[in-house]
């Protein structure tokens, strides 16, 4: 495994949560933002015109089509037991995989590269993070991304340049230094690397001043589609609201700010999301009152993927990811591989949403039906956030959540969904 580089100080790498620590220093941090007041006010102002615009626009944007064989996508670690990794991936029967890569950790592009190369029938993402070195010194960056672009080349399907770029402990401390960042890599593709695909903006959880800034501004670049982190792990459930809006109406905000922004191609990649697990810490990346349980984790992850699904503006939601214990599909604490219970929960809905054909989806007093054709049979996934029953009909071909087949007379619809295929059903 290759040597672990440090970020530079004040800035430092937590290896439990695989994210950065808090940065402590308060003085520097308001340094930091007096600097990019000038940016900061652009946010606001920008902020001002293009969200109430958006909003009001939100009703007129059409569903586009999704390629749903590259939906579901799955974030993994090049570096966290690698061939148990590729073994998983097999398992589930994931095409398409997000590698993240450290700018400070350049002496390991070719163990990047390596794993790359055993994952070649796979769409790869490679999210590149960046960190404050990176940031200032744009020769640097340039250097380092020419490196990753000509090794790497079209074996990585997007590039996705940055990440969470709304929080300080990334390193970023305004939108402007981010496209100044992000300009780099565009001017470099134009020049060198024309074939690649470069996404960005990276705005995590549901800050949409600046997602509208990184869409609106004067920098020469264009995004090939657009990156966001859109975390609603805080709120509980994916159907919960955040000041009125829940994933449902957060996504579609989203994708009306992209279909008006000129700078991008009308893509959006979900690049980042999970909720954290209870009983984890030093691992979970939140504190133990965000966590939930198995079981929650199970049920939340399978609906926030139908939510998107049902969307049709998602072009690829990317599971964070593989083997973590406090927040993955897989537990290696101790060196002991343990499957949680949401590692089958996502292999059977990417069985079954890899061949899907969204129709529609039905929502009354807080019951969801989402309905769609699978290999030309009607599909409905039945869940409600208030526990009910349904009488199981002799049309009817029942599975759980998590692939199991149910022949009980009366079915249990509660928050964990339920797949109903309709026998004989008319196309």
Request: aromatic share 12%; hydrophobic share 40%; charged share 25%.
């Amino acid at each position: 495994m290759a040597i672990i580089a440090l970020m530079k100080e004040p800035f430092n790498w937590d290896n439990y949560s695989d994210q950065p620590a808090l940065l402590k220093d308060r003085e520097y941090k308001k340094m930091m933002r007096k600097r990019q007041l000038p940016s900061l006010l652009k946010t606001l102002l920008t902020a001002i015109v293009i969200l109430p615009v958006s909003l009001i626009a939100m009703p007129f944007v059409k569903r586009k089509t999704i390629k749903q064989e590259e939906f579901i996508s799955l974030g993994v670690d090049f570096q966290r037991e690698p061939e148990v990794s590729l073994e998983l991936l097999q398992d589930l029967g994931v095409k398409n995989i997000l590698l993240r890569f450290k700018l400070w950790e350049m002496q390991s592009l070719e163990e990047l590269a390596s794993f790359i190369e055993q994952n070649q029938e796979r769409n790869i993402t490679l999210k590149i993070l960046q960190d404050r070195e990176h940031i200032e010194n744009l020769s640097l960056l340039r250097a380092d991304l020419s490196i990753i672009f000509e090794r790497l080349g079209e074996s990585v399907n997007t590039y996705e340049i940055g990440s969470t770029i709304n929080r300080a402990k990334w390193g970023f401390f305004s939108v402007d230094e981010y496209s100044r960042f992000y300009q780099v890599a565009f001017t470099l593709k134009k020049e060198k690397f024309p074939t690649l695909t470069l996404i960005g903006s990276g705005i995590i959880d549901f800050e949409y001043h600046f997602t509208a800034h990184t869409l609106f501004n004067f920098f020469a670049y264009k995004y090939d589609g657009i990156s966001s982190l859109l975390y609603v792990d805080r709120r509980g459930a994916p159907e919960n609201t955040q000041l009125g809006f829940a994933l449902s109406d957060k996504i579609a905000w989203l994708s009306t700010m992209v279909w008006l922004s000129p700078k991008t191609a009308n893509k959006i990649h979900i690049t980042e999301v999970n909720w954290p697990l209870q009983g984890t810490a030093p691992f979970a990346p939140t504190s133990e009152k965000e966590c939930v349980s198995e079981q929650e984790y199970a049920n939340y992850m399978l609906r926030y993927y139908l939510l998107a699904f049902a969307s049709q503006q998602i072009d690829s939601v990317s599971w964070h990811q593989l083997i973590a214990p406090g927040y993955g599909l897989v537990d290696n604490r101790d060196g002991i591989i343990t499957k949680y219970i949401a590692f089958e929960t996502f292999k059977y809905m990417l069985q079954i949403l890899k061949h899907a054909q969204f129709l529609r989806l039905d929502i009354k007093r807080n019951y969801y039906i989402l309905q769609c054709l699978v290999n030309d049979k009607l599909l409905q996934i039945h869940w409600s956030l208030i526990d009910t029953t349904l009488q199981n009909e002799e049309f009817f071909n029942v599975y759980d959540r998590d692939g199991n087949p149910l022949t009980t007379k009366t079915l249990e619809i509660t928050g964990k969904p339920t797949y109903i295929y309709i026998k004989d059903a008319v196309q």
